[in-house]
Every structure is written in C-alpha cells, then in structure tokens.
C-alpha cells in the first residue's frame, strides 16, 4: 500500500463528478437562464465517439458548445452522450469525463481544467497556429499583519 495520498488525482475524480451531476441536471431541467458550456476534450482518448470527419478536423482535441440547441443528452456513470449540430447537421458524440480537459460557464465565470502529465506548464496551444511561450512574473510578496485571536474566549 502507497504511504502517499494522491490528491491530484482524488481532486480531478472529485471534479469530473461535479461535470456528472451539473450535466445530470440539465439533462432532466434544461439550462437554467444564461448558463452555457464550453467542453474542451482530447479526441483521440478511448472511448471518444464522433463522426469520422469530424475526428479528421479535429485531430487531437475539439471544444463544443452546450447552449441554445443541443439534444438526447444522456449522462453515464463514465461519460455523457449529446447530439449537437455542425453545419444543420446532427451529429450524436459519446465523450467520457477522463477526456475533458476543460469545462467552463462563461456565464458565472466557472471553469476546470484538467492537466495530464503530458501538459507543457509554458506553452498555451491555440488551435490551429503555433504553441505561444509564456514568460512566468515573479508575483511581489504581499505581507499583511496578522490578527491574533484568543481561544480562552471559545473554551467552556
């Protein structure tokens, strides 16, 4: 038995169950008032299922968007199917919670996103053009004094 507690992966196992019970949700009430997704997930992970032209477009990752048209949302134990429209044209996807990279609602400035260890922590991709370097600040020291609390006052 490990010595270790891995967090990082309890944390994303924590946070793709939160994906499974907001999508559990709209698929029983539909989106409540400005609320939206924007889903980023790795195409070539097992178990993705979209049409093949679109996995030819979208070789390596593919962001959709859940907001005014989406339907026959069903969500699973490892994964959600949707049916989506590209170009009026339906298509259905199956897309397990281990393939989202990120899920946000713009709509409350809400977003996870998820790393794998492949994930470069200096380089942001833009789909479609080269990897952009990032040069890291070093962030100023913030001091703040600190307020000393007495617990005599909390014992019984």
Known sequence: ????????????????????TVLTDVSKTG???????????????????????????????MTIVMQ???ENLEVG?????ITLNFG???????????????FVDPSVEFGLRF????????????ADEAPIELEAE???PQHHDADVVSLDSFRK
């Open 68 to 70: 005014h048209w989406f």
């Open 77 to 81: 134990d490892e994964g959600f199917s």
């Open 1 to 20: 038995m490990s010595q270790d507690i891995d967090y990082g992966n309890l944390m994303h196992t924590a946070m793709r169950g939160l994906i499974k």
């Open 115 to 126: 790393e794998s260890p492949e994930d470069e922590d200096d380089e942001v991709f833009v």
């Open 138 to 140: 070093e962030p100023e």
């Open 88 to 102: 009026d044209a339906p298509e259905p996807l199956y897309i397990p919670y281990m393939a989202i990279k990120t």
């Open 31 to 61: 989106l409540p008032g400005a609320h939206h997704f924007f889903i980023t997930f790795d195409t070539r992970y097992e178990g993705v299922e979209l049409a093949d032209w679109l996995r030819e477009r979208y070789p390596g990752e």
